[in-house]
């Protein structure tokens, strides 16, 4: 049996998921904290982290809001997950 995904993970594959793939399917950050009853403070935290590592890409939209999609490679590392 598979063990727990640690929860940076979670949150790749909760992008995932909710086929946040591009900049116009991109999800709130309040939005995954609240699907992972998180922090949003956390969630952007990792999210940022991932965005760095070339994962994620993220924007802010007029009112203020940060939204996050996964790139290519943050697909690539979702999919290798279920490997």
């Keep these: 049996m598979r063990e727990e995904l640690p929860l940076s993970?979670?949150?790749?594959?909760?992008?995932?998921?909710?086929c946040a793939t591009a900049p116009n399917l991109a999800r709130k950050s309040e939005e995954l904290a609240q699907v992972l009853q998180l922090d949003i403070k956390e969630v952007e935290r990792i999210l940022d982290n991932y965005s760095q590592e070339g994962y994620v890409k993220s924007?802010?939209?007029?009112?203020?809001?940060?939204?996050?999609?996964?790139?290519?490679?943050?697909?690539?590392?979702?999919?290798?997950?279920f490997t």
């Design 59 to 81: 924007f802010v939209n007029n009112e203020g809001k940060k939204h996050y999609y996964l790139t290519g490679s943050g697909i690539i590392k979702v999919c290798a997950l």
């Design 9 to 18: 993970e979670k949150i790749l594959q909760t992008l995932h998921n909710l």
